[in-house]
């Protein structure tokens, strides 16, 4: 679980759902949506404990009391967050059907029941349908939390039946600092792997901290490779099977958007600098309806990596790759 903090930049969500709280005005359902890496999990994990909290103060949990004690020491009986048995996979029926148990049982320190879904995108059919359920009628005193990166992943009837709680992205300027506060680096440093990151100050965090400039590095080759057959679509698919696919797709997909980007304001800046004159290359050959369509492609195989469990890595990329290779033609 994560661990619990409300980034500054997420400050009037917090505000918002306290204010709700305070009010008694609550919703049992919330989706706190937003892009990858902006805190979400941490301010789930807040609002849980505050909730929770025996005996809250101006809007945060005391530290003190006996629910609080629980929190932090990650026992508390009536909070209950379900993800993947392994990152990357689907949450399973089974999974929703174990938490109709918590929620139909009472609280057990007499306040609320709590549930954390993360990520509420990764549900199969049958999970979403089984949550639908609990959602309609979900006992009293119980908050549901559904995280989600891809909104528009979600089944249309359970966004329905929750209240939206959406995390802004923070100025640059703001997340920059964060970053280079945090990683104790200069500002153009910081400002250079939040952009590569989409402006999200946790992805950049994890960026510098997980070693991910190598596989970054990788998936900027591969792909000027591809365009230049330098290697084949296949070689270069085979080079990427041992990495972080839902990574290297997410990278992808926000040079697409750069490309999308300098297509239509006839710009030469992009945000994904380090593979500059590539996709300045490509927006100056390419079609538009071409970009727009790999980017839908991508995004589907995004989802399908969670959404299939037994996904073949190698066809996927492939079917990635021939867009890419044909899309300056």
């Known amino acids: 679980m994560a661990k619990a903090e409300v980034f500054p930049w997420l400050g009037e969500c917090w505000t918002h759902l306290c204010g709700l709280h305070e009010r ?16 979400k999990s941490n301010f789930a994990t807040a609002f849980a404990h505050y909730l929770l909290c025996q005996s809250p103060v101006a809007d945060q949990p005391c530290g003190t009391c006996r629910a609080c004690e629980l ?18 996979k689907p949450i ?72 939206r709680v959406e995390c802004p992205l923070p100025d640059e300027s ?67 099977q041992k990495a972080d696919l839902e990574l290297l797709l997410g990278w992808f997909y926000s040079m697409l958007v750069d490309i999308s980007r300098a297509k239509l304001t006839q710009s030469e800046a992009m945000q994904q600098a380090d593979a500059h004159n590539m996709l300045l290359a490509v927006s100056r050959k390419c079609d538009s309806v071409k970009v727009f369509e790999l980017a839908e492609l991508v995004q589907e195989e995004r989802k399908s990596l969670i959404l299939r469990q037994n996904a073949n890595k190698q066809m996927l990329l492939e079917r990635v790759l021939l867009a890419w290779s044909a899309i300056a033609r």
């Open 24 to 39: 008694r005005r609550l919703p049992h359902a919330l989706i706190v949506h937003g892009v990858q890496g902006i805190g």
């Open 174 to 240: 703001v997340a920059a600092a964060f970053v280079a506060d945090t990683l104790e680096l200069d500002s153009d440093e910081a400002t250079r792997i939040l952009r590569i990151n989409n402006g999200a100050p946790m992805s950049a965090l994890a960026y510098n901290e997980s070693n991910q400039a190598e596989l970054r590095s990788q998936l900027v080759k591969g792909l000027a490779d591809v365009l230049k057959q330098r290697r084949t679509v296949v070689e270069v698919a085979q080079s990427w």
């Open 71 to 88: 929190n932090n020491a990650n026992g508390h009986p009536d909070l209950y967050v379900l993800e993947p048995d392994e990152p990357g």
């Open 92 to 163: 399973k029926v089974d999974q929703i059907r174990a938490l109709t148990d918590f929620i139909c049982r009472t609280a057990q320190q007499g306040g609320y029941r709590v549930v954390v879904i993360n990520p509420a995108d990764a549900m199969n059919v049958a999970a979403a349908n089984a949550l639908l359920k609990m959602l309609e009628e979900p006992g009293r005193d119980t908050v549901l939390m559904l995280l989600t990166d891809r909104l528009g992943q979600v089944m249309p009837t359970i966004k329905s039946r929750c209240q």
